[in-house]
Each structure stands twice: as C-alpha cells, then as structure tokens.
C-alpha cells in the first residue's frame, strides 16, 4: 500500500517548496495540486473566459486535459493539453485565475479523481487546500502549513521581484487576503484544517528551519 501525506494551507506559506524539499529527503513523489488548478486558470485567460463565469469554465473542461510529468532532475512540471506550461502559470492573473477556478465544483470534481489516482500509485507528499480534508482523508499524515499574512506576503513579494516582475508589495499583500478570502469562504472544499491535522506555522522560520520542522514532524508521525 503507497503511504500518503496531506499538506494544506494557505497561499504564500511556502508550501510547494518546502513539501518539495520534503518529499525529495524522504524519497516520496511530490504533489503540487495548485498548479493543476493553476493550468486551468491559464487555459481560461488563453480563451478570454471570465474565470468567474462558471458556465464558461465548465464548458471548457470537455476541452482540456492536466497532467503532471518530471524532468531529467525531478521536478514536476505541469502538463495542460500536450503543452509544458510550467513557465506560466506562476504570475499574479493566473493566481487569481485558479483562485476562482477552484471554487467551481465541477473544477474541483474534474481533478479530484486525477489527484486520488496518484496517491493510489505513488508513495506522496501532496500539497493543496483539501488534501487532507476531502482529497485523501486517510492521508498518513495531515499536516496544515502556515505563516501570518504578511510574512507570506512578503515572501511572495521577494519571490516575484527575483523573477523581475514589477511588484508593489501592498499589492502583493491584497492579493493574499483576497485569495484567503477566497479559499477560505468558498462553499465547496474550503480551506481549513483537517481536525486531524498537526499545525506546522513556518512566520519565524526560514526555509531551511522549516523544511527541517517539515521532515521531523512527518518521520515522528508516520512510524
Ligand atoms: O497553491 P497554489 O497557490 O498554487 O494554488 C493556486 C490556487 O488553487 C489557490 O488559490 C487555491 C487553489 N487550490 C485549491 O483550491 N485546492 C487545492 N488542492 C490546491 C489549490
């Protein structure tokens, strides 16, 4: 039986790359299911639907298919019809997009069945906002990964300006509430801690400390 791992929480908390650095310690596959929501949100802003007209997007899931696949060294990269669209589904519109995308029901349900499929396989580390609330609710261990608003505001400010996007940070910082909002009020699949879950908060860490918290807390509960 493959042993699964749930990490939620938050945008901006540093998830994806400390579960990453996790999951290559532990030798387990890594999940992302954000950039699946995220290849669906690209798909929409390609076609000029409105993310926010449910309608629309369901209409086009007949059209679009999201894989993950690894390259040479590893990483995942994010497959949406055929196309390696890796490099794009990190800007602040397609944040927003899959933000939106991810309240539609028949969104969630369309990748549901994709991401169980690979649990079912593979020994993994997934990350997301319902793994261990609807997505694997027997998940080995469920872990809610978190951070105070503004630190994860200012990560993520960092993160863009590194990649040489024009960024103000109280933007940056609306934008995390606003997708807080979003994920947290949203009547399908919201964003919460599993009751089961143990609260891992990264605000005082840096990124070695917290993927160190990360590893110890998933060995001394996976035994
Ligand atoms: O983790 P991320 O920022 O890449 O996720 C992008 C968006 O997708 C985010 O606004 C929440 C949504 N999401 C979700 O609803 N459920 C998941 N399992 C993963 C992401």
Avoid: W
Wanted: proline residues 3%; negative net charge; hydrophobic residues 45%.
């Amino acid at each position: 039986m493959s042993i699964a791992i749930a990490i939620d929480g938050p945008a901006g908390a540093g998830k994806s790359t400390i579960a990453r650095a996790a999951a290559k310690h532990l030798g387990y596959i890594y999940v992302d299911t954000g950039a699946m929501y995220r290849a669906i949100g690209l798909y929409c802003i390609r076609k000029g639907v409105l993310p926010t007209d449910t309608d629309a997007v369901v209409s086009l899931l007949d059209e679009i298919s999201v894989s993950l696949a690894r390259d040479e060294e590893g990483n995942q990269l994010i497959i949406l019809c055929g196309e390696d669209v890796s490099a794009f589904i990190r800007t602040e519109e397609v944040s927003m997009a899959a933000s939106r995308v991810s309240a539609i029901p028949q969104v969630r349900a369309f990748l549901l069945s994709l991401q169980r499929d690979m649990a079912k396989e593979y020994n993994v580390i997934m990350d997301g906002r319902d793994i261990g609330t609807v997505v694997l609710p027997d998940a080995k261990v469920k872990i809610f990964l978190t951070a105070s608003a503004e630190i994860r505001a200012r990560r993520r400010y960092d993160e863009l300006v590194a990649k040489g996007e024009n960024v103000v940070y109280d933007d940056v910082l609306a934008d995390v509430i606003e997708r807080d909002n979003n994920d947290m009020n949203r009547p399908i699949a919201p964003l919460k801690p599993a009751e089961d879950s143990i609260i891992v908060d990264t605000s005082e860490l840096d990124l070695q400390q917290s993927i160190d918290l990360l590893v110890s807390t998933i060995e001394e509960n996976s035994k």
